[in-house]
């Protein structure tokens, strides 16, 4: 079992930068995929960025791709993205995710283990 405890978000003016981290325990996080994740007010919950458990392979969406970089550490068992040039719809709670098959994956459905997310507020 994987716990994942989210950290790093807060308020940022439109153009900022924003990183936010991801510790996990439990399990052995260097054999899991992770992704990030966010999920706005009444809206569904959608993907980010993806990266495999050796960091070779990411993915991203379309909508952050150029801003955001995924990266991991895999001996410090932590995940992180980094955020640049904000946007105001950037905003939304933040959700780091697992996924033990080791596979990165942009599907939402695929992850086994969830965070409890992290607030990025980007303001106008």
């Known amino acids: 079992q994987v716990q994942l405890v989210e950290s790093g978000g807060g308020l940022v003016q439109a153009g900022g930068s924003l990183r936010v981290s991801c510790a996990a325990s439990?399990?052995?996080?260097?054999?899991?995929?992770m992704g990030w994740l966010r999920q706005a007010p009444g809206k569904e919950r959608e993907f980010v960025a993806t990266i495999s458990w050796s960091g070779y392979t990411t993915g991203y969406a379309d909508s952050v791709k150029g801003r955001f970089t995924i990266s991991r550490d895999n001996a410090k068992n932590t995940v992180y993205l980094q955020m640049n040039s904000l946007k105001p719809e950037d905003t939304a709670v933040y959700y780091c995710?697992?996924?033990?098959?080791?596979?990165?994956?942009?599907?939402?459905?695929?992850?086994?283990?969830w965070g409890q997310g992290t607030q990025v507020t980007v303001s106008s």
């Open positions: 439990g399990g052995t996080f260097s054999t899991y995929a």
């Open positions: 995710a697992a996924d033990a098959s080791g596979t990165a994956t942009m599907a939402p459905n695929r992850y086994d283990y």
